[in-house]
Nanobody, 127 residues
């Protein structure tokens, strides 16, 4: 089992940047594929980005391609989401998620694929 704690959210102006972090407990972080999702008020939880166990396979939602970057540091048990050129449509609670990766290059974009979730961190982008 793994526990996830997100940090780094906040209020930023349009065009600004934030870096979210997700720290995982346990000694088997490198065996988990990781993902970021977001949920705006009144909307469903949407996929944002995913990364394989090894970190060499990435996937992004079309809405964030070219602006967001997911990465991980297995030595620090942490996954990151660098968010650049933010706009008000990015306002949401951002969640990180984990699941055992079937292979070192597996990544997952469905919320139902994940077994573990953090508590979320609020990102608000003002216009």
């Amino acid at each position: 089992q793994v526990q996830l704690v997100e940090s780094g959210g906040g209020l930023v102006q349009t065009g600004g940047s934030l870096r979210l972090s997700c720290a995982a407990s346990g000694r088997t972080f490198s065996s988990y594929a990781m993902g970021w999702f977001r949920q705006a008020p009144g909307k469903e939880r949407d996929f944002v980005a995913a990364i394989s166990r090894s970190g060499d396979r990435l996937r992004y939602a079309d809405s964030v391609k070219g602006r967001f970057t997911i990465s991980r540091d297995n030595a620090k048990n942490t996954v990151y989401l660098q968010m650049n050129n933010l706009n008000p449509e990015d306002t949401a609670v951002y969640y990180c998620a984990a699941r055992s990766g079937l292979t070192s290059y597996s990544y997952y974009s469905g919320s139902g694929d994940y077994s573990y979730w953090g508590q979320g961190t609020q990102v608000t982008v003002s216009s």
